[in-house]
């Protein structure tokens, strides 16, 4: 069973990667042949080469560095206080019930719509930058950590009573754990929203970061840069999703893939 998951795993892996090269020769194909003005819609060849020059390969990476480290920063918050916050939320209904109007309020309102109030409260620099990433991650793994808790099995529950836990002992040894699945799921979903928001945190009196290196490319009227920005936050979004699945969430959820037959 471990080699047929180890075999769909690495097919499903070039079958990914096979798509993305055909991707890549049908762009060539279009911008080659002037199906799209290759000056709105320039091909990959062009973009790579123009991008190289424009945006050396030592800038770029501190661009990654700068927008990498937002991203963690404010992930990290939102992960550690969605958590929380959906824990305690599920396992103390009142508490529960008294913040869920406040979050069902702010839940729905855009990150990029907070800009102008996180500069009044946060000022220009980092903080206000992070603020945002943090907002983008919070209510995907706080929505996911709340599910988790009201769809424990309450078996596992009386099981751990019948053990003699109960209180806090019951809830971080049985229903804490139990929650697992779904806690990974809203990390992976709000390490994603994380990325999608380092274009609009870095509109914060950046001068590094990858959004800031698509938003000076646009004033410049530099196409190429601005998709290969674009496609730089893509691809390390993806890669970054993969090491959080596959070296920590896989890792720490074994058992439960394993009885899911992922």
Request: no cysteine; aromatic share 12%.
């Amino acid at each position: 069973m471990k080699e047929n998951r180890e075999d769909r795993f690495t097919n499903n892996l070039w079958l990914s990667w096979m798509g993305f090269i055909i991707i890549l020769i049908v762009w060539q194909i279009v911008s080659a042949t002037n199906l799209v003005d290759s000056s709105i819609f320039p091909g990959p060849i062009s973009v790579l080469k123009s991008a190289i020059i424009d945006v050396p390969i030592r800038r770029l990476i501190q661009h990654i560095g700068f927008s990498l480290f937002r991203v963690v920063a404010g992930f990290i918050i939102g992960a550690v206080t969605g958590v929380i916050f959906g824990i305690i939320s599920g396992w103390y209904k009142k508490i529960g019930n008294i913040l869920q109007a406040p979050i069902e309020l702010i839940r729905p309102i855009p990150p990029i719509a907070w800009i102008p109030i996180a500069i009044f409260w946060l000022g220009l620099g980092e903080s206000s930058k992070i603020f945002i990433i943090f907002l983008g991650a919070f209510f995907p793994i706080y929505t996911n950590t709340l599910k988790g808790m009201f769809n424990i099995n309450p078996e596992l529950l009386q099981a751990g009573r019948i053990l003699g836990l109960k209180g806090i002992r019951l809830l971080l040894k049985v229903a804490f754990p139990a929650t697992f699945p779904d806690i990974a799921t809203g990390i992976r979903v709000g390490w994603s929203y994380s990325f999608g928001l380092t274009v609009a945190a870095e509109l914060i009196a950046a001068d590094n970061g990858l959004g800031y290196m698509i938003m000076h490319a646009r004033e410049l009227g530099q196409i190429t840069v601005i998709i290969y920005g674009v496609i730089i936050i893509g691809l390390l979004n993806l890669f970054t999703d993969f090491l959080i699945q596959q070296i920590i969430i896989k890792r720490k959820l074994r058992w439960y893939y394993i009885t899911t037959n992922v």
